[in-house]
Nanobody, 114 residues
Framework: QVQLVESGGGLVQAGGSLRLSCAAS????????MGWYRQAPGKQRELVAT???????NYADFVKGRFAITRDNIESTVYLQMNSLTPEDTAVYYC????????WGQGTQVSVSS
């Protein structure tokens, strides 16, 4: 199965931006849908955004207009551009297939201060 490594998290002030990366251990061209997920302290993991192999995207309502998911099938990397961050976006962010079919990585911590 494909292994995924997330990176790019950090601490930012409200209103700031971050770009997350998800590097896959093998080519992701044949994976129909990739997704970004997040898990805030004390909450269940939730789906943030998805992207098909053809580039069609879908977003959770709470990130629409602020986040953008892209994928580079040649580089086997999925990105999440996050703008206008709020403290409610604080969470560990993960990538996986959608639905999740591979082991979860360690994720990348995103912390947004007010």
């Amino acid at each position: 199965q494909v292994q995924l490594v997330e990176s790019g998290g950090g601490l930012v002030q409200a209103g700031g931006s971050l770009r997350l990366s998800c590097a896959a251990s093998r080519n992701i061209f044949m994976i129909p849908v990739m997704g970004w997920y997040r898990q805030a302290p004390g909450k269940q993991r939730e789906l943030v955004a998805t992207i098909t192999s053809g580039g069609r995207t879908n977003y959770a309502d709470f990130v629409k207009g602020r986040f953008a998911i892209t994928r580079d099938n040649i580089e086997s990397t999925v990105y999440l551009q996050m703008n206008s961050l709020t403290p409610e976006d604080t969470a560990v962010y993960y990538c996986n297939t959608e639905p999740p079919r591979t082991d979860w990585g360690q994720g990348t911590q995103v912390s947004v201060s007010s």
